[in-house]
């Protein structure tokens, strides 16, 4: 009677058809998206168009590229917005801690953004513009430029 296999052992199994190099393209590849700098991590050698011709040829192996949609399947589902905004957090944290600031605030900006903070306007004009129209576009633009900005934090 056969003995009963576990479930990481099967998966192992399933895995064993690959060879270790095949299974570092796969990683590689999926997240590069280029056969031949995923050949070239993956430990082939050779000049970039033997590495290129390898790719080629890990592309094609039915195998590879079923293990290639998972681990993008897998990628994939890693990226949530809610991720990227923790991700973006511990960024501006972290930068912040090593007195990188412009790295900081930009996380931070990514991070409005992400939740609607801020929003590009832009104005677009149809039609024949007469210089009364854009005189008054002008003016506008100089009113606003001269009311005060307010700098305090409301927190």
Do not use: C, W
């Amino acid at each position: 009677m056969a003995k009963p296999v576990s479930l990481e052992t099967r998966q192992r199994q399933s895995r064993a058809h690959l060879t270790r190099r095949q299974l570092k393209f796969v990683a590689e590849y999926a997240h590069l998206g280029n056969g031949t700098e995923a050949a070239r991590r993956a430990g082939y050698t050779g000049s970039d168009n033997v590495l290129g011709v390898q790719a080629h040829h890990n592309l094609r192996h039915p195998k590879i590229a079923s293990a290639i949609k998972q681990e993008l399947a897998k990628i994939a589902v890693e990226v949530t917005p809610v991720r990227v905004q923790r991700r973006l957090h511990d960024i501006s944290f972290a930068a912040q801690a090593a007195g990188q600031f412009g790295p900081a605030v930009k996380s931070e900006e990514l991070l409005g953004r992400s939740i609607g903070m801020f929003i590009d306007r832009s104005l677009q004009l149809q039609g024949v513009l007469k210089d009364e129209h854009i005189q008054a576009v002008l003016e506008m633009a100089r009113r606003r430029q001269a009311e005060p900005i307010d700098l305090e934090d409301d927190a």
